[in-house]
């Protein structure tokens, strides 16, 4: 089962606290001496080396040296850096708007070729109309009291879709049958985006499948929305960061889990009729 993503950005934090730790008892020194040495106190030594304190390339330097291992590091300061990357609190990225988010992500989406999504509560992003974005953004901007530029970003993140219609590319899209009911929006607004989800899921590059709320007992639970970037990268979407996985083992258990998942889904004809269903309720 995939593990916790806010639990695995923890872990890169530890193993970079671990590492400095034992720099600190290969060279025989205290904490409260290493402390001394680097010009700190001992509560941040402490912090440090227990991963509540995220240290500073400057305070891997100055560690480093204390301990004599100064060689060590430019890895190390490399490894915290990847550990803070992989947990993106939203607020930091959207601190402006969400405008410069949507943006951001064009580069990782022309360098993909395979993309694979799992949603259980929305219809991903590629796929979203102007009208049920806008809602979504809107909402998203009150919740997170951000600056509104709501009209910009869904413009941007229309033209970043636009990627779907292209070609040399496969998206393999997974969502829950509840995604579909969720109404996002006006009545309006949720009936053309589930029109739309007809239109598109005909595309000869795209796999759209629906996993019926019905469906029989699961081997695998609903998960938090993630996306599969070939196989180089795994985004994981939490209420409050997003977490970004490299390492090939915790990538490796999000494709297992995508597996899972689309076994659960039903395909075409079928999946046709729940979007039908679905624009039916909305009467």
């Known amino acids: 089962m995939p593990i916790s993503p806010s639990s695995a950005a ?18 025989g020194l205290t904490g ?8 700190w106190t001992h509560p941040k030594t402490y912090r440090i080396e227990n991963a509540r304190t995220p240290p500073s390339p ?34 930091r990225r959207q601190r402006t708007g969400l405008k410069q988010l949507q943006e951001s992500y064009v580069a990782l989406f022309r360098s993909t070729r395979l993309f694979r999504v799992y949603s259980g509560t929305l219809i991903p992003g590629l796929l979203q109309t102007e009208g049920y974005a806008s809602a979504l953004l809107s909402a998203i901007t009150e919740f997170r009291e951000i600056p509104n530029d709501v009209t ?29 009911r969720y109404r996002i929006g ?53 209420l409050s960061a997003r977490v970004t996985l490299t390492q090939p083992s915790e990538i490796a258990l999000y494709v297992k ?21 679905a624009i039916e309720a909305l009467e």
């Open 152 to 180: 910009a970003a869904v413009s941007a993140r229309l033209e970043r879709s636009r990627i779907i219609h292209e070609p040399g590319r496969r998206f393999v899209l997974l969502i829950e049958e509840a995604a579909l």
């Open 10 to 27: 923890q872990a890169a934090r530890a193993g970079v606290a671990h590492r400095l730790r034992e720099l600190r008892q290969d060279a």
């Open 58 to 91: 400057a305070d891997i330097r100055a560690w480093c040296r204390a301990c004599g291992s100064t060689d060590q590091a430019a890895d190390l300061i490399a490894a915290s850096r990847t550990a803070e990357s992989m947990y993106v609190e939203w607020r």
């Open 186 to 238: 006006e009545a309006e607004a949720m009936a053309g985006q589930l029109g739309y989800l007809l239109t598109v899921g005909a595309l000869p590059a795209v796999s759209l499948g629906i996993i019926p709320s019905a469906a029989p007992a699961r081997p695998m639970w609903p998960q938090e929305t993630f996306h599969i970037y070939d196989d180089a990268l795994v985004s994981v979407e939490l």
């Open 32 to 39: 409260s001496e290493l402390a001394v040495r680097c010009g």
């Open 257 to 277: 889990a995508f597996e899972q998942l689309r076994r659960l889904a039903v395909y075409g004809a079928q999946a046709r009729s729940l979007i039908l269903k």
